[in-house]
């Protein structure tokens, strides 16, 4: 369980944190794969950064939740 939390907590942190910048407009990367009319967002977009930094929170406390130690137990 820890594994796939830290596994899915990087991912978290690396997609958000990529839609956090395309959403301040520091990165600007072309659609790789459209299903209908796809055009690149121009400029800045606060709803994606909003979302990028979201998912970076939410997998930044996936990985504390997978690193983590449990103290041991008393007796």
């Known amino acids: 369980m820890k594994k796939t939390a830290l596994i899915a907590g990087v991912a978290c942190i690396l997609l958000g944190g990529l839609w956090l910048l395309q959403g301040l407009g520091l990165v600007q990367i072309q659609p790789i794969l459209c299903v209908a009319d796809c055009e690149p967002v ?13 998912t970076v929170v939410i997998g930044a406390l996936a990985v504390f939740y997978a690193l983590r130690r449990r103290p041991p137990p008393r007796r």
Do not use: D, H
Request: proline share 0%; no cysteine.
């Open 42 to 54: 121009q400029g800045s977009s606060s709803k994606w950064a909003i979302v990028g930094f979201l």
